[in-house]
């Protein structure tokens, strides 16, 4: 099955500066990546996603991008924010009918400080 | 829209007894995921249902789980004689169907705590 690995687990940044969260699959059927964030004790939220036939995709501060020769994809988040605190979890999924069977990293706790 | 809602928010449960987790799907979704997810990790999918069917429940453990979602009312799932180890939060998330532009979101979760 499909197994996603998540660096770093942890990452500190000032206020300002950008992060990036990287992740790598094994499953070359995976074709749908989403990022999603959860503050303690929250749901998980959807905050970007891309699918295999785009290599970045932006949205405001947030961009993703993907190499799907190298099987890896990354969050880059610039200008952060102390509201941005919060753990971040990559996922995969090989689409289809199996689009919602996602395959999650392990999280970074990402730390913005003032 | 009130999006996915589950409940309870907490369940506590001493060890033997039963944990219902109900998951109600936004209006219009008749697709319904429910993931686990222990502390400090990434959440692990359990089940895919739709309407009447279990499509895929290869993240199931084999005994004491189990789940449905019948034509009228929420999804369930269910967690017979509830050891330490169920202690986890439960979130569902729910989708329309499946197309090519599909995104997934969650639910509040349900906390379980067993005594």
């Known amino acids: 099955g499909e197994n996603v690995e998540q660096h770093p687990s942890t990452l500190s940044v000032q206020e300002g500066d950008s992060a990036v969260i990287k992740c790598t699959y094994s499953?070359?059927?995976?074709?749908?990546f989403p990022w999603y964030k959860q503050e303690l004790g929250k749901r998980p939220q959807l905050i970007i996603d891309?699918?295999?036939?785009?290599g970045e995709k932006k949205d405001q501060r947030i961009a993703v991008t993907l190499n799907k020769t190298a099987k890896h994809f990354s969050l880059h988040i610039t200008e952060t924010q102390p509201e941005d605190s919060a753990v971040y979890f990559c996922a995969a999924s090989a689409g289809g009918t199996s689009y919602g069977k996602l395959t999650f990293g392990q999280g970074t706790i990402l730390t913005v400080h003032p | 829209n009130a999006g996915v809602m589950q409940n309870p928010r907490h369940l506590v449960r001493r060890r033997g007894q039963e944990a219902r987790l109900r998951c109600s799907p936004m209006?219009?979704?008749?697709?319904v995921y429910w993931y686990r997810q222990l502390p400090e990790e990434g959440l692990k999918f359990m089940v895919y249902l739709q309407k009447e069917n279990i499509i895929d429940e290869s993240g199931m453990p084999k005994e004491r789980f189990s789940a449905e979602f019948p034509k009228e009312g929420p999804s369930i799932l269910r967690i017979q004689q509830v050891v330490r180890g169920d202690s986890a939060a439960y979130f569902c998330?729910?989708?329309?169907?499946?197309?090519?532009?599909?995104?997934?979101?969650f639910g509040s979760g349900t906390q379980l705590s067993v005594l």
């Open positions: 499953d070359s059927a995976s074709n749908y």
């Open positions: 209006k219009g979704h008749s697709h």
């Open positions: 998330a729910s989708s329309p169907g499946v197309t090519s532009d599909e995104k997934l979101f």
């Open positions: 891309i699918r295999s036939n785009v």
